[in-house]
């Protein structure tokens, strides 16, 4: 879309090119395709007129934008939901259809239905566009229930509906066939609200191969709980929480089904502020996700695919006092080895001073993000000397560390119409490998 250019969007972090973007729903891969859909105002950019907006992409990086698919009705506005190939072939529909469960907002009192209700729609044509069925997949169970992540359990036989119900408490229901869920758990996760997932996944061990797997919990605010799931109740199995985002920049993550190697896809919600008055907010960046054991726990690990990795161009390696010229129109992706008081500056062309350094300090543990005027910072530990791996786009940067446990995010979003020509690596114990995604 030649608007994206003029208007300086990032690369590789999807926008719309009008509006309010917020959750990501309906993820489901089929046909060599990701679709996203997603919250979306389209009249205006601030929060309004709930709508799934709908983009598309084969290599997680580039993002085709189409038309909407819900609108809202007489049952609410159009909140958040997931979506699964209908592999069964259920409900009278084609086994190429595609199912996406989702929340019918009607707190409107003129509305004929004052409750949030779990609906269906569905997709004949390849998810291009939506058909909503009359019908509700359960009874509501709180006036503002919402959030459907549905997926089948192979092992008991039947499709799994989580569900937000109110406060901190969670529903978990089973159908055979998509229809009427019925409650099998009502389970209260300490911190947890609202956009849950449940899915399983491998834990890596050192050697880099699969040692167990186990399932995990996860809520909008990046809350996540490991324990063991039968197909009818959760059970957490660790006494703690844990936290998988450290900043609050992302929000309401959803994993895609259908993944044809069998992997855990992750893409959340950036509260990015409004930029050119034109859009608001963006998607991070897709993760796949594994687990790793530390301490006696399981942590999340948060990988780049490798439909992303594999398209990075290798650029240069600098040492200390080294600089290297990039192509405009890029996104960058520097891979620091020993990050020891490194300080790194971005240049656009034909400027002296730097539009952006990042730099850490190992005494405090903190890698800060500075045009000058604003900073930010972003806590990593102190003395690490592993890798950390960090992506650049027009101001938006995602951070992680060498073993994939750490991410962090910030946004500067007054650089989105600066190009980055020049790279240099100030100073630092190690080396910077440059590479380039675009």
Known sequence: MSSRKENCYPIMHFAPDYGWLNDPNGLVYHDGIFELYYQSNPN?????????????STDLIHWEE??????????GMMYSGCGLRNDRGELGLPKDALLFPYTAAGFDEGLSNPYFTIRLAYSTDGGASLIKRGDKLLQEMAPDNRDPKVFWHEESKAYVLVLWIEK???????????????????????????????????????????????WVFWAADGMYFVGDFDGYKFTPTQD????YFIT???????TWSGDPKGRVIQIPWLRTKCVYNQTTSAMGIPRELTLKKAGGDYVIRHGIPEEISSRVQPVSELTKGE???????SALFLELNDPSESVIKLYESGKNEPFVTMSYNSKTGVFSVSDGVVSDFMIIGRNRKDRVTIVYDRGIIELT????????MTDLPHLRSIECNRISFESGEGNLKVGMIY
């Open 44 to 56: 205006g950019v601030e929060w309004d007129d709930m709508t799934w907006g709908h983009a598309r």
């Open 66 to 75: 189409l038309e909407p698919v819900l609108y809202p009705d007489e049952n």
């Open 168 to 214: 901190n408490d969670f529903g978990i229901f089973r159908s055979e066939n998509m229809q009427n869920f019925e409650l099998s758990q009502r389970i209260t996760l300490e911190g947890g609200f609202e956009c849950p997932d449940l899915f399983e996944l491998p834990v890596i061990g050192d050697d880099g191969n699969v040692s167990e797997k186990r």
């Open 240 to 243: 703690k929480k844990q936290a």
């Open 248 to 254: 609050t920049l992302p929000y309401a993550a959803q």
């Open 323 to 329: 600089s290297s010229y990039i192509s405009k129109d």
């Open 401 to 408: 560390t060498g073993d994939d446990t750490i991410l962090q």
